[in-house]
């Protein structure tokens, strides 16, 4: 066989004769079809970071971004390649002094991640021509799939299209069209990237127990078999009732309330016999502390008071004691385990920030935004746990991004919230922190990513680390920035998250949010959570 690079050279003559191309006059034309002519004889379609590279040898653009049509028929962002040596010679870095330099370079990031998450699909899309962005002006190739409109492909700021190949733009419009959409196929079935991470985690799923509907199922033989009134199984160190079978519906209140000693049988039994009105009547209240971990946990069963004598000695009493307890075990080892693995996934995760100066503190950072946060909006200790470890873990789902960041697309960084759910999903963590994880970057008004879910859809947690991640990252993108004072820089953030409210952020966090922000000094905020 012919070596690589003749076969390459033939293939894109006869694809240049194909298309009634007329002589190649300019290198960079004869190198765009003969990289075309390349990626055409392959088996499988070129990866994003390959397509925009091809297309960059025409515009020499800074970012190259792709929208495809979603299930719900609007336009998603699904790729974008930022090329940092073209942002140095379009904005003529080198000539600017290393403050300008800086501001020049933190505007354009800004504009960046304003880029619209989703947009509404118009006529205007489905023509070759020039758009406005956030970042710019951009040009604009349409993709079509069968002749259905299926998308855009995008490239800017502010370029123009080389002379020559303007009447060859409806084929580059139909190999983008091919490459892109197989490339988007390729994505779904893969399930983007994280897979391998995903699989070594996937024997959590079925190793997992949720403890509650086998202990019901056990106690549910104590009464309707054995013929107990009542039973439960609870935990004072929360406090919480872990199972119950045929108890009253205010027991549960009436646990999350003791504020006795935790580990004292007494103490429990006078609390419960109290609000159980059990003083006098017939029903007598047994409790069994459990042999865990945790000295904390007890059987409760009312009983008949003729039953009391024989219960514990009936048949098959010690063996559901016995897996009650070893279930009990298994939780806490869990706990143990979920304890180590979501440290380890912060450990991992601070790594990865550190190698960036911009986010060298970002996921700290939140943290002790939410931590301030919580104090001035009034949080109860368990929300404020939770909102603190959903700040703590909203990001590991990069954990799961293992390409470098050249090859590193939007279509997988919208991915990374659902990504880092299915790090967690099988762990034993509050379902508000998980769902947290898998929102943080959803709107309310349902424009926001990766599932456009809006409104109440939006757990609590992740509408509240959203705000303060928001926060974060204006921070982090303007720390060090003279071009304006602390106060300015503060007016401009509040400016934002006003403007902002009840279109990407929930109205009830505001208020709260920009009181908090008054009292901070823009130095202050800028050296929050560095210290950790």
Request: hydrophobic residues 35%.
């Amino acid at each position: 066989m012919k070596d690589v690079k003749s076969y390459v050279q033939t293939i894109a003559k006869r694809l240049g004769s194909a298309f009634s191309l007329e002589d190649f006059e300019l290198e960079d034309e004869l190198e765009f079809w003969a990289l075309a002519a390349e990626y055409l004889s392959r088996s499988d379609s070129p990866k994003f970071h390959e397509t925009a590279e091809w297309m960059d040898i025409l515009y020499n653009a800074p970012v190259h971004f792709v929208y495809l049509k979603d299930e719900k028929g609007k336009l998603k962002l699904q790729h974008r390649s930022v090329l940092t040596e073209n942002l140095e010679s379009k904005f003529s870095l080198s000539k600017l002094n290393s403050t300008e330099r800086s501001e020049k370079v933190a505007q354009f990031e800004r504009r960046l991640d304003n880029l619209e998450k989703r947009v509404v699909i118009s006529e205007e899309m489905k023509e070759m021509g020039g758009a406005s962005f956030p970042i710019g002006h951009c040009h604009r190739i349409p993709l079509f799939n069968e002749d259905e409109f299926c998308g855009m492909y995008c490239t800017g700021p502010y370029v123009e299209n080389p002379s020559g190949i303007i009447p060859r733009l409806s084929i580059i419009g139909r190999i983008l069209s091919k490459w892109l959409t197989e490339c988007d196929k390729q994505d779904a079935k893969t399930e983007t990237t994280g897979r391998g991470l995903e699989e070594e985690l996937s024997s959590l799923e079925s190793e997992g127990l949720e403890i509650t509907g086998y202990a019901n199922v056990l106690l549910g033989h104590l009464t309707g078999v054995k013929g107990a009134e009542s039973a439960a199984l609870v935990d004072l160190s929360e406090p919480k009732v872990v199972a119950k079978a045929n108890m009253a519906d205010n027991f549960v209140a009436n646990i999350q309330y003791f504020d006795g000693d935790k580990e004292s049988v007494e103490d429990l039994t006078d609390y419960l016999e109290d609000q159980l009105d059990l003083h006098d009547g017939e029903d007598q209240l047994v409790i069994e502390p459990l042999n865990t971990l945790s000295p904390s946990v007890f059987l409760v069963l009312t009983l008949k008071g003729e039953q009391k004598e024989t219960f514990k000695s009936s048949v098959n009493y010690d063996v559901i004691i016995e897996t009650l307890l070893q279930l009990l075990r298994y939780q806490d080892q869990n706990k143990h385990i979920t304890s180590r693995i979501t440290e380890t996934y912060y450990q991992m995760l601070r790594e990865i920030e550190q190698k960036r100066d911009k986010t060298a503190h970002h996921t700290d950072r939140v943290m002790a935004l939410c931590n301030a946060f919580g104090d001035y909006f009034g949080m109860g200790e368990e929300e404020k746990e939770n909102i603190l470890m959903t700040a703590k873990l909203h990001d590991i789902g990069y954990l799961s991004l293992r390409q470098n960041a050249k090859k590193r697309t939007v279509g997988s960084d919208l991915e990374h919230p659902v990504l880092g759910y299915k790090l967690v999903r099988h762990l034993s963590l509050n379902e508000n922190i998980k769902q947290g994880i898998s929102t943080h970057h959803e709107w309310v008004d349902g424009s926001g990513t990766p599932n456009g879910i809006e409104g109440d859809e939006i757990v609590w947690t992740g509408k509240v680390v959203g705000l303060f991640e928001f926060i974060a990252q204006f921070i982090e993108s303007n720390k060090g920035n003279d071009s304006k004072t602390g106060e300015d820089w503060l007016d401009e953030l509040t400016s934002m998250l006003i403007e902002r409210a009840d279109i990407q952020f929930d109205m009830i966090l505001i208020p709260t949010a920009v009181e908090m922000l008054n009292d901070f000094s823009w130095n202050d905020l800028c050296e929050l959570g560095e210290g950790t």
